[in-house]
């Protein structure tokens, strides 16, 4: 039998009107689709038994309590801790998506581990008399902060330098300021209300005081303070000297006109922080400011107390002391080791830069991401994340007792990231335990305290607790707090150094003054923000549609922001909210290393 | 010959088969042992559905023989004695982007096993595990041997339908 080509295409047309009339090429789409909802590249939640555990967050200073929802020991969801005498239950959105930290986008896992380690080694044989090996931490007062401290004990020219924290316009580390105590408060554009200290803490003491402030931006805490005073941009500092003087009873005429507040305001404003005691004002940690006027008000030792450190044991004492960057030479600096792994104060690399010796110098950092020290390092070593590692979190400025609790392991940490107090140890030759276990070994001894346990929500004193329960405690995410003294006025108050370094400029050809946007954004939001413009991007700017016009720039345009500190390419959000003669920053560190807050700037057509 | 490839090849080729570990009978523990569903397909305390029973429930009764089946003693052999977790091929497994609650469909709305899974606790054997080549899901999510629905989200919504129960996205995509 012959087949004709009509009866090979009848046969072929056929079959495939027939093979339509089959659920196979419907299956066949759908099963398409499917497999494209899960090929390899997407994570798979583990399945298993629902547990919950308990840890400290440890993004920012104020180490909140968390409750992780495990699934099959993978944390799926984080919630605050009822209770906690600390945090009192609050978890802000930054640490609610805390566990997405390990999987972002920007994470660094890989580096040159072992070549940076030769590279130390050979740096620190070759150091001159006069030349310095310091290690930066951004978050000083943890038990790694003490390993630093010993490690650069150790090794020749060695210093420790601890990057400063915003508290009320003062330096001490050993000063902590009591909101519980205070009946009014004047904040200089400190973000009192939005992250500042222990946010539970910050809102539980909320409604025993009257909140003043001042800024030039209606920010959410302008917003939900009892008074806003709308200052002109950058003239915090005007302000609060404005008030030392209607405190000594003269007219501040200079102060009104720079900060646009009548005359008559500032002597009710002193008034009522005279009268309407005990007060306290809260400023950036380079603020005279509020450093003088809490001096003047009586605060010290009232709503700004010392606080002592938590015990360490004895053999740690022989460590290096602590100093802040601006005491360090310029131009020693021959080895900088940058411990940028837990969140901190970010220091400006035109700050650092100066210390660092002419030839050739030598930084290694050490962090998670690139986008801080690491655009300005030789090298960028990979470390753990939280929830993947063991650190301890210092007491936050709002906590007038010592405490220690730790950021427990949740979720595994990559191969190949390093321990940045290990790996700095080991660089300076000192030899290491766990030195966690030490430091809460060394608290026990002390026998100071209650010991705070999330799982049943108890308080029971330290002496009454074990040893190896103590610490099971601690690993199980408890927090240890010290009995609180009778309130004394802190130690080593001074004004933080370099104050006036970067103060606003109001020279014609700077004729911006920055404000910096300081609410950190969480990983689970920013992906949000960012494609709903509801927050600055990281080189975004604000300006008011006057401004724009002035600079001849449009919404969405290509700029440059310059200051006296240097100029970065930047994007233009033109907002009539954002106040004549201010530029709105996002606080990040590539737009820091040039931009500080309140210092002088222009924007200019790229 | 098309149609013929499309109802009866193309369903038997898009799914490849593997035997469950064990040859488990569901008839046998159900009638002989008297053990209900929820005996070993248990609820945790807190509420949430434990699943395919571990080897620990187990060994509980089977660390010894209990009879003389060669099917017990090969998993006595196989797997209790080296404490070996058997790898059971779950035919009613979801994806990862669905949230489903035993506990809110048996203990709140009193459904009993059979409406969604069948009548595998009736069944004297385990039937091979039947995956979709492309997709990698269970066959059962198409359709449930022995019923006539499947486990698709269509077939959920139906059945809520049906029962005049809320449905939104977000009660099963969390």
């Known amino acids: 039998m012959k087949t004709t080509r009509r009866e090979i295409l009848l046969f072929a047309g056929g079959s495939a009107v027939g093979v339509l009339m089959t659920p196979a090429p419907w299956r066949l789409i759908t099963d398409s689709a499917l497999w494209s909802e899960n090929w390899p590249g997407i ?36 919630a605050g801790v009822a209770g906690h005498p600390l945090s009192h239950g609050a978890l802000c959105a930054y640490g609610l998506a805390g566990h997405h930290l390990p999987y972002h986008p920007a994470r660094v896992t890989g580096g040159p581990v072992e070549e940076a380690a030769a590279a130390v080694a050979a ?42 924290g915003a508290a009320a316009g003062l330096a001490a580390t050993n000063a902590a300021i009591d909101l519980w105590k205070a009946r009014t408060v004047l904040s200089l554009g400190v973000p009192l209300l939005e992250g500042w200290g222990t946010p539970g803490n910050v809102m539980a003491a909320r409604a025993g005081f009257h909140l003043i402030q001042a800024e030039a931006v209606e920010s959410r805490t302008a917003a939900m303070a009892d008074q806003w005073l709308r200052i002109k941009a950058g003239s915090e500092e005007a302000l609060g000297q404005g008030i030392l003087q209607a405190l000594g009873g003269q007219t501040p005429v200079a102060a009104a006109e720079a900060t646009g507040i009548a005359e008559q305001q500032f002597l009710a ?12 004002v809260v400023g950036g940690a380079r ?6 006027l809490n001096e003047a008000l009586g605060a010290l030792g009232h709503t700004i107390v010392a606080r002592r450190e938590a015990p360490v044991p004895d053999g740690w004492k022989k460590a290096a002391p602590v100093v802040d960057l601006a005491s360090v030479e310029d131009g020693s600096i021959r080895v900088l080791l940058i411990d940028e792994s837990a969140p901190g104060a970010y220091l400006p690399w035109s700050a650092v830069e100066p210390k660092l010796v002419r030839d050739n110098p030598l930084v290694v950092t050490l962090g998670w991401t690139r986008e801080g020290y690491g655009r300005h390092a030789q090298y960028l070593l990979p470390t753990g994340v939280y929830p993947e590692v063991a650190d301890d979190i210092p007491p936050a400025v709002d906590s007038v007792a010592a405490a220690f609790r730790m950021a427990v392991p949740l979720v595994q940490a990559p191969e190949g990231v390093v321990k940045p107090e290990e790996w700095i140890a080991k660089a300076a030759g000192l030899e290491m335990a766990d030195t966690l276990r030490e430091r809460a070994d060394a608290i026990h001894k002390a026998g100071r305290g209650t010991l705070f346990t999330y799982a049943d929500g108890k308080s029971v004193a330290t002496k009454d607790v074990k040893i190896g329960d103590f610490w099971k405690a601690l690993e199980a995410g408890g927090c240890w707090m010290d009995q609180a003294g009778p309130a004394q006025r802190p130690a080593a108050v001074k004004a933080a150094a370099g104050a006036t370094r970067q103060s606003a400029s109001l020279a014609d050809d700077l004729p911006l003054v920055a404000v910096l946007t300081e609410a950190p954004s969480s990983p689970l939001l920013s992906k949000i923000y960012q494609e709903s413009n509801l927050k600055l991007g990281p080189k975004q700017v604000a300006i008011h549609p006057d401004e724009a016009r002035a600079a001849g720039v449009e919404d969405g345009a290509r700029a440059l922001l310059e200051t006296l500190a240097g100029r970065i390419g930047v994007e233009v959000r033109v907002d009539a909210s954002v106040p004549r003669g201010a530029v709105l920053v996002a606080s990040r560190a590539a737009v820091l290393d040039v931009c500080g807050a309140g210092v002088g700037a222009k924007v200019v057509r790229a | 010959m098309a149609l013929g490839a499309g109802w009866v090849g193309f369903p038997y080729a898009i799914n490849q088969r593997r035997p469950q570990p064990v040859d488990f009978s569901h008839k046998v523990h159900a009638e002989k042992a008297g053990t209900k569903c929820e005996d070993c397909h248990a609820f945790r305390e807190d509420g949430t559905f434990a699943g395919i029973p571990t080897l620990d429930k187990c060994s509980g009764c089977h660390a010894a023989a209990m009879g003389t089946t060669a099917a017990e003693k090969n998993f006595i052999d196989q797997y209790v004695t080296p404490s070996r977790e058997p790898q059971w091929a779950d035919y009613a497994r979801q994806p990862e982007n669905v949230f489903f609650s035993h506990s809110a469909h048996v203990k709140r709305a009193g459904m009993t096993c059979e409406s969604c899974h069948g009548p595998t606790g009736a069944s004297d054997s385990l039937r091979p595990y039947r995956e979709d080549r492309i997709s990698g899901y269970s066959a059962d999510i198409w359709k449930v041997s022995g019923t006539n629905h499947g486990m698709k989200m269509a077939d959920c919504v139906d059945c809520h339908r049906s029962q005049r129960m809320e449905q939104s996205c977000l009660d099963c995509h969390k």
């Open chain 1, 287 to 292: 603020s005279q400011s509020a450093a003088q």
């Open chain 1, 123 to 164: 740096a620190m044989d070759r150091l001159g008399e006069n030349e310095h090996v310091a290690v930066l931490d951004l978050r000083p007062g943890r038990t790694a902060s003490w390993t630093y401290r010993r490690a650069m004990a150790a090794v020749k020219n060695g210093v420790y330098v601890a990057a400063d």
């Open chain 1, 269 to 280: 404003l002193a008034s009522e922080l005279k009268q309407n005691g005990p007060a306290l």
């Open chain 1, 43 to 78: 994570p798979r939640p583990a399945r298993g038994a629902i547990t919950a555990k308990y840890t400290n967050c440890a993004l920012c200073g104020a180490g909140c309590a968390v409750r992780a929802r495990c699934v099959a020991e993978q944390p799926v969801s984080l």
